[in-house]
């Protein structure tokens, strides 16, 4: 079992940043892709990014060049941290895992991951 637990959502203008923090326990994340989801009012859950054991990391085209995620293994926790925001980053903020992957594929199907955390709100407005 993992669980995860999402922190650093909030309010800010268009064009600021934010750092999303993912926390994992339960077992280590060290061979567990790690990736964020969003989902907006009305709108079904997207992958925005994800990042596996060995560093390879996948952006949605919507974010890419804006946003990075990064992982650090020893103390279990995955970050997003998002610059240039606009509008349509409003939404909330999942943290999934996947236990079993390759390394080299992007998974961005919600039905692909095994665990989830509770999401952490994102509102960037103007």
């Known amino acids: 079992q993992v669980q995860l637990v999402e922190s650093g959502g909030g309010l800010v203008q268009v064009g600021g940043s934010l750092r999303l923090a993912c926390a994992a326990s339960g077992r280590p994340i060290l061979r567990v892709a790690m990736t964020w989801f969003r989902q907006a009012p009305g709108k079904d859950r997207e992958f925005v990014a994800q990042?596996?054991?060995?560093?390879?990391?996948y952006y949605a085209d919507s974010v890419k060049g804006r946003f990075t995620i990064s992982r650090d293994n020893a103390k279990n926790l995955v970050y997003l941290q998002m610059n240039s925001l606009n509008s349509e980053d409003t939404a909330v903020y999942y943290c999934?895992?996947?236990?079993?992957?390759?390394?080299?594929?992007?998974?961005?199907?919600?039905?692909?991951?095994?665990?989830w955390g509770q999401g952490t709100q994102v509102t960037v407005s103007s």
């Open positions: 990042m596996g054991w060995s560093g390879d990391t």
């Open positions: 999934a895992a996947k236990v079993a992957f390759i390394n080299s594929k992007t998974y961005v199907n919600t039905n692909e991951y095994d665990y």
